[in-house]
């Protein structure tokens, strides 16, 4: 069993900064980690993924160049850093794991989620 707990939500304006973690207990030994958002009334979509090693990251369009995910291992800890951020960015972030390296951008490959953590941006 894996177990996820989000942070670092808040409410900030436009073009503001935030960094999200992610800290996981249990066997993580060689998980591949991700971000999730669900924005309200919206299916929940991919943000950026990393594999174990921390050597592999992809990023979903529209937030490419302005967040970026990374991973201390020796914490158990996954985080994400969210730069210029936009309105459209409001959304319940969630964490996620899965052992597989294929389809990442998929809900359906995570094994394990997080409860989320909420991201409000005010124009």
């Known amino acids: 069993q894996v177990q996820l707990v989000e942070s670092g939500g808040g409410l900030v304006q436009a073009g503001d900064s935030l960094r999200l973690s992610c800290a996981a207990s249990?066997?993580?030994?060689?998980?591949?980690m991700a971000w999730f958002r669900q924005a309200p009334g919206k299916e929940r979509e991919f943000v950026a993924t990393i594999s174990w090693s921390g050597g592999s990251t992809d990023y979903e369009d529209s937030v490419k160049g302005r967040f970026t995910i990374s991973r201390d291992n020796a914490k158990n800890t996954v985080y994400l850093q969210m730069n210029s951020l936009k309105p459209e960015d409001t959304a319940l972030y969630y964490c996620?794991?899965?052992?597989?390296?294929?389809?990442?951008?998929?809900?359906?490959?995570?094994?394990?989620w997080g409860q989320g953590t909420r991201v409000t941006v005010s124009s």
């Open positions: 249990g066997r993580t030994l060689g998980y591949r």
């Open positions: 996620a794991t899965t052992k597989r390296g294929t389809n990442l951008s998929q809900r359906s490959v995570y094994d394990y």
